[in-house]
């Protein structure tokens, strides 16, 4: 499976962001897809996942901004950036299909830069 992320810019301190991972297969099947990000200097992040029943996880520093859905019939996962804040800079990748610890499919990541 191929996953190709996109959506990222800039965006001010307040503003909104949806970023999209589109797969070349379909989703339906796979387990567990998620968003991390990773900003300069720190360790890649996990920001959201959803399982294939549609079961949401957040990361505490999103909850309440950060929304993830998936469209099985578009083979794609969105993440919904509300509230963007300075310290949501990144760049954003998707991964699919958790084995334990192990994510077994990534996609490029797409920058994400909130000026405040």
């Known amino acids: 499976v191929q996953l190709q992320a996109s959506g990222g810019g800039l965006v001010q301190t307040g503003g909104s962001l949806r970023l999209s991972c589109a797969a070349s297969?379909?989703?339906?099947?796979?387990?567990?897809m998620g968003w991390y990000r990773q900003a300069p200097g720190k360790q890649r992040e996990l920001v959201a996942v959803i399982t294939s029943g549609g079961t949401t996880n957040y990361a505490d520093s999103v909850k309440g901004r950060f929304t993830m859905f998936r469209d099985n019939f578009k083979n794609t996962v969105y993440l919904q950036m509300n509230s963007l804040k300075p310290e949501d800079t990144a760049v954003y990748y998707c991964a699919a299909d958790r084995r334990g610890s192990l994510w077994i499919y990534w996609g490029q990541g797409t920058q994400v830069t909130v000026s405040s």
């Open positions: 297969e379909s989703i339906f099947s796979i387990n567990v």
